[in-house]
């Protein structure tokens, strides 16, 4: 059985039947998906304090999941590749990027994003980052704010150098890395 | 403007600094901009300790805001006068993630930037753009006076090419 047989069947405007012909068929086959079957499985993720249930692929990274499946569009995509930290979340109180965190390893795990680091928005970490007004495009925050409040997690007191060797993961082309560091502090002494 | 700079960053006192300074102008979008930029140099790594920053773009609707983005220029002008090595192969860019393109990192920005307006009631002009690009003179002027030597090609550091 070819893989791409069922598919071609379904294929209406193809107009020439290339199922023996093996040069034409491996030419047609790589159009294909890659897989001998999609394996979708079904997933109970703790998301927030919620259990909800997806039916995904197991490698889909869990940015997809919490953005595509879940509507929680609070996480952000930037580089898909652990390099930005725009899509940072929590698991079991880590920060962890979820672009490169397959859905898989994270069932039954506890998981914290943006909108529910807090009820009404009053973390520590977001209320000193309206303090210092921080935000400018702010399309890496959410990532950022995350980032800081499992740092003050681990460290509730950071120096300079802590903040700068947990939160140098997280990058911003607006340049509000003095803002940042200003109300990390801001909300370690809160 | 740069009268305003030259005070605020005590251009005079800091000849005696041990920090390696800089400064750059620049106009455009009809708004005029200068930083003058403190520097130092440890063992090849390069730290750029203050940055004092003035701008004439007229009347600052949005005090806040305004000090942010020129906060954000030097900031994003010191990674790119740095690090930003932005190079093409066949017509594709070769940096094409954030894993081979560097961006400045919180460890990397400026300790401090102190930002200043001139007060003058002319209608409001750029204030985006126009801090942006002054960063990359007064970093290459800050380097010479640290190094002896002049940058002109961007970017000025990198993995391979570290500071005598």
Known sequence: ????????????????????????????????????????????????????????????????????????????YGCGIAACGACTVHLNGMAMRSCVLPVSAAENQEITTIEGLSENGDHPVQKAWLEHDVAQCGYCQAGQIMSAAALLKNIPNPSDEDIEAYMSGNICRCGTYTRIKAAVKTAANS | ??????????????????????????????????????????????????????????????????????EGAVTDGIGNAFYGALTFKNGQP?????????????????????????????????????????????????????????SYHQPFLSEEKELD
């Open chain 1, 1 to 76: 059985m070819w893989t791409g047989e069922k598919h071609l069947k379904t294929v209406n405007f193809c107009l020439i039947d290339v199922s023996n012909q093996p040069k034409e068929r491996a030419n047609f086959e790589r159009f294909l998906p890659q897989k001998q079957n999609d394996v979708m499985a079904k997933f109970n993720l703790k998301i927030n304090g919620k259990t909800r249930q997806v039916d995904v692929d197991p490698d889909t990274p869990m940015l997809w999941v919490l953005r595509d499946h879940l509507d929680l569009q609070g996480t952000k």
């Open chain 2, 1 to 70: 403007m740069l009268e305003l700079v030259r005070e605020k960053s005590g251009w005079t006192a800091g000849k005696k600094s041990k920090l390696s300074r800089g400064v750059a102008a620049y106009f455009c979008h009809n708004s005029y901009a200068a930083h003058v930029l403190d520097l130092s140099v440890k063992k090849g790594k390069v730290t750029v300790e203050k940055v004092t920053s003035a701008l004439d773009c007229g009347i600052i609707v949005n005090p806040l805001s305004a000090t942010n983005m020129v």
């Open chain 2, 94 to 150: 070769e940096q094409n993630n954030f894993d081979k393109y560097r961006m400045i990192r919180i460890h990397e920005a400026p300790k401090a930037i102190d930002v200043h307006f001139v007060k003058n009631d002319i209608a409001p002009t750029g204030l985006g753009e126009p801090p942006f690009p002054p960063v990359f003179g007064a970093v290459a002027n800050a380097l010479y006076k640290a190094t002896g030597k002049r």
